[in-house]
């Protein structure tokens, strides 16, 4: 199947330290509560965050060790604990990120996460103009300033899939399978043909947003410049009844994001 797949971006070298990030900022993001009719998507998700990483983490699936609340929990502490650690421990961007990442894989495969089906994305502060993002999608990257953002990351959600003639149409349409279809993927962790490692260089007044199943826009998604306003207008699970989450980077105000009214945002600061 990874030989069908579009080009997943590996830009991730291990000779990159983590430089001073005296005039980034962090952002964490929340879209308000609707109620809809998406089905089958879990809805324990939520974010943790490091000196100088960002985790957003999903937990879903069945006959699973404790309740989807339960794990995410403990993911999101584990994780935060294992990013403070990590960080003291070592200034490779790299290593910053891959302990995690096999961390995850190591719980999903025999541990406490074992049979959970989990998305995620790590968003990482290397310096005032560059940042490295890990993910698989259903998540998503988007990069530029507020009057012109574009996708960066690849979409491999079911509707792709089924372009690529990867996945059959499904045979019946039950309420709410349409929505929650254009959020969801066969990639998840554990499947790394599905893994996407992007570096993004800032410019001056640019962000770069990492959204989750959540929040990221239903395809296509826009290669061609957006304002940020457009893209938050855009239909997405979260208008369809589903939580997400996004963590924005750069070096600028809150109000730069240009949420919409009922959106919550708080500036987590980052640490050298």
């Known amino acids: ?15 990159t330290v983590l430089a001073r990030v005296g ?4 952002y964490e993001v929340e879209p308000p509560k609707v109620t809809g009719e998406i089905r089958g998507i879990s809805e324990a998700v939520g974010c943790t965050h490091g ?25 999101l502490e584990e994780a935060r604990l294992r990013l403070d650690a990590t960080c003291a421990q070592t200034q ?5 990120i891959a302990q995690l990442v096999s961390w995850l894989e190591r719980e999903r495969e025999s541990g406490f996460l074992e049979r959970a089906y989990i998305t995620a994305t790590i968003i990482l502060a290397v310096s005032d103009d560059e940042v490295w993002t890990w993910l698989v999608s259903p998540h998503g990257l988007v990069q530029g300033t507020p009057d012109e ?5 690849t979409d491999l959600r079911y509707p792709v899939l089924r372009r690529l003639g990867l996945m059959q149409e499904p045979a ?5 399978a349409d929505a929650g279809d254009q959020a969801t993927s066969i990639m998840c962790i554990g499947a790394p043909n599905g893994y996407e490692s992007i570096r993004t260089r800032l410019a001056r007044n640019e962000l770069v947003i990492a959204l989750d199943r959540g929040t990221l826009p239903f395809g296509p998604l826009p290669t061609a410049y957006v304002p940020l306003t457009t893209l938050w207008k855009m239909d997405a699970a979260w208008k ?6 996004a963590v924005a980077l750069g070096c600028t105000a809150p109000d730069a994001l240009r949420l919409p009214e009922g959106w919550q945002i708080k500036e987590i600061p980052l640490q050298e």
């Open 1 to 15: 199947m990874s030989a069908q797949l579009p080009p997943i971006r590996a830009e991730f070298d291990n000779n």
């Open 51 to 75: 000196p100088r990483a960002s985790v957003i983490a999903r937990v879903g699936g069945g006959h699973l060790r404790n309740s989807r609340e339960e794990l995410l929990g403990r993911l």
């Open 23 to 26: 005039g980034l900022r962090r």
């Open 92 to 96: 490779n961007a790299s290593d910053q």
């Open 240 to 245: 369809h009844g589903l939580t997400g989450r």
């Open 172 to 176: 019946f349409a039950f309420p709410g």
């Open 149 to 153: 953002v574009s996708a960066t990351s």
